[in-house]
């Protein structure tokens, strides 16, 4: 889309001037702001292809060189003037919003989630990990943990002679350590030995510490040295065996074989599956899952129903209030009109999720105090009825978006040609049929982009719902983790298991595809509508 | 269509002393007062009935329905030993590093987009328009899937990095603010442009010396709805930061408020006061501009 992108027609000027970020002369200072910024910039490109080599992550090497190089000839070449502006904006569009998109539609057609994850040769190494328990009639090692940098090390005290090690680097013997009377390591040359008090308050330096595996050799069969609590290592050993030839796992105990199946799983000749497994494409399961599987089909049907009836009242009426307030005082006779105003769309200026969070408590069936002053404080379980929890939706995000509307139709009803509607006058039309024929018409010519873009708005309205109801009540009987007020958007969230639980990235994906299309299909219509198109 | 524009004020008397004239004044503008009040009653109750919560030392949900029985400045002192204010400090940074970077990125495309000629111009822009109608929000899990991957090799861009969040808001800038910006920036006569360039000025003076001086609204507005947006966010920052350390106000506030409602009522009402106030300070200042970028643009509502 952007590549390639030239200028067509040059500056009307005779001679373009040479850029100031491109010489030495005076006043070069935008030159050297321009030098120094692509100083860092090509450094930090550098170093991050150098850790994605490291990291043996191809595709995202391949990626940031082609970035860098594209910057570096973008902002040092003549030719890219358009791009100069455009690139930065670019990169971060391409990275995270379209990639995303595409990424979506290719993780929709595989079972990517909880048991299959990664690539194969991932699922063997974490098949192997699960399996290893602690080699029987292993000693115990003196144990030290290591840090330098961010590398994590362990160093073992081998009756006397001290081997350190890292997840990469396999145990090997140091000289110039010091080891306490209890054999424990105190001091390593090159490395800081992280104190015990500091282990125990730090949690995530102990989930570090308890996840590293130290290998003892190059031969992976030897086991690895892993640690419980961080004073003392032993040797921990898989009986779990990869052939990568035959691309089977043996296990060396009972002699099962485990092959891959086509569902990325590793299944041995009895139907047993190892937990660890690799993605692979499903083409369209998830989609027929969503549609035709028991669990899902029910639920997700009422979630989807929800969604548009949801999007729709919520348009309909904070359209309707919010252009009622504009019709009752956009009137100049009202005094004080800019203070109501104010006050009136303070619901607006205040964040959406604090009011729904807000509301919850206010909502509250037994302290809330919607229920305490105008019910009579009865126990009215506004949240947790399937049917009042909707209605309470709907109203908080009425009052959270009629203001919108109020704004917009204030300043709809302003720009009125006021000539249409002295003619309607001076033709005897009352007032009801001045607004029926005239001004309703017209105002709805005005917002009807706007009212679209409200519906996709709150046809993905995640945090209302999220913040105020949780999704809940949870339906009935139902096997999936969605309730009476779930949106799609909520229901793909607890799907995903992006927030613990179990994941199900393939099928929330596939999900996603269909709010897409749907998103798709209401921004086609309002395309035709705005014809924003022809203001390009 | 600011609504500020208003028609001049009428002449005529507010409330005629004519008893007769009086009968027409209530019928067609006085009652629009007592209306009104409802109205206010019905925009401010919940922000009043918050600020009352906030004061109550006792902290909790229960017995909150009397406003303002006791007044004391217990649940602003609390917030002090939680993770507020590292979430303020964590929320402020996001989102002005997020709003800083989509005035720039976005001025700086619609300064290409509108003044430059060039090959594929159009297609972009199409391009840019079908894209934003497509949230990041939708497509959350290969954010995360996507964050997994770059952070095994840059930490700064993987889960759990504020960087990363600001990258994913970001990710979003160009195509939700091109195009109110674009419009915006066509309105500035391109003669200005061309006098300068005349006059020895390059692009990059044009740019920063002429263009951006003249557009400040609109540089306002496109902050001020980035601020916000990255502001209520919940499912990008709820996903990206899973550290206590790292969360966003709309994180930590929807832990509080989901776990403890009824215990932790006070502490959130006065971390919702406080945090509310510049997002409203911003907006009310700003209303005027607001107004013409709402109807552009549909954000928040």
Known sequence: ????????????????????????????????????????????????????????????????????????????????????????????????????????????????????????????DAALIQDEQRAEGSPTYPLAVLREGDTLGFAINDEGVVRVGTAEEPLEAVGGAVVDADGAVTQVPGWEVVPRAQLFSDAALQERVVALRVPVSDDATEGSIRTREGATGAVYTSTLEWDPAARTITDTETGAVYSPDDRGSFVSADGDRLAAGWYVNVGFENFARAFTDDRYAGPLLRVAAWTFAFAILTVLTSFGLGLLFALVYNDPRVRGRKVLRTIFILPYAFPAF?????????????????????????????????????????WVNLWLSYPYWFLVTTGALQGLPGDVMEAARVDG??????????????????????????????????????????????????????????????????????SGGRADYGLASALSIIVFVVIGIVSAVAFRRTRKLEEI | MAVTQTPARPQAPARPSNPARRGRWWAEVGWKYPVAVVIVFYAAFPLVYAVS????????????????????????????STSYWTWAVNTLVICAAAAFGAVLMGAAAAYAFSRFRFRGRRASLTTLLIIQMFPQTVAFVAVFLLLIALGNVVPALGVNSKIALICVYLGGALGANTFLMYGFFNTIPIEIDEAAKIDGATHAQVFWRLIMPLVPPILAVVGLLAFISAFGDFILARIVLTSEDNWTLAVGMYQWVSNQLTSRWGLFAAGATIGSLPVLVLFLSLQRYIVGGLSAGSVKG
């Open chain 1, 429 to 498: 039309a009352g007032r009801w049929r001045q607004f029926r024929s005239i001004t309703l018409p017209l105002l709805l010519v005005a917002t009807a982009p706007l009212a679209i873009a409200s519906f996709a708005f709150n046809f993905n309205n995640f945090t209302i719902i999220y913040m105020l109801t949780d999704g809940g009540p949870a339906f009935p009987g139902a096997s999936v983790p969605l309730g009476a007020t779930d949106i799609l958007i909520s229901a793909i969230y607890q799907i995903s298991g992006v």
């Open chain 2, 53 to 80: 919560a906030s004061l109550d030392p006792r902290g909790s949900l229960a017995g909150s329905s009397n406003l303002f029985r006791t007044v004391s400045g217990a649940n602003y002192a609390a917030l002090g």
């Open chain 1, 1 to 124: 889309m952007s590549v390639g992108l030239q200028r067509v027609e040059p500056a009307p000027s005779p001679a373009p001037p040479e850029s100031h970020a491109r010489g030495w002369t005076a006043p070069g200072w935008g030159f050297v702001v321009k030098l120094l910024l692509m100083m860092v910039v090509n450094a930090a490109g550098v170093l991050a292809i150098l850790s994605a080599w490291n990291a043996g992550a191809w595709v995202i090497l391949g990626v940031l060189v082609a970035l860098l190089v594209a910057a570096d000839w973008v902002y040092f070449s003549r030719r890219a003037l358009p791009l100069k502006y455009l690139f930065p904006g670019l990169v971060f569009l391409a990275a995270f919003q379209m990639f995303t998109l595409v990424y979506t539609g290719y993780v929709a057609f595989t079972n990517y989630g909880t048991g299959h994850l990664g690539s194969m040769q991932q699922a063997v």
């Open chain 1, 354 to 394: 604090m009011s729904a969070l807000l509301w919850r408590g206010m909502l509250n069936a037994e302290f809330g105090v919607v229920n305490d002053w105008f019910f009579l404080g009865a126990n009215i379980s506004w949240l947790t009825d399937p049917w009042l929890a909707k209605l309470a939706i709907l």
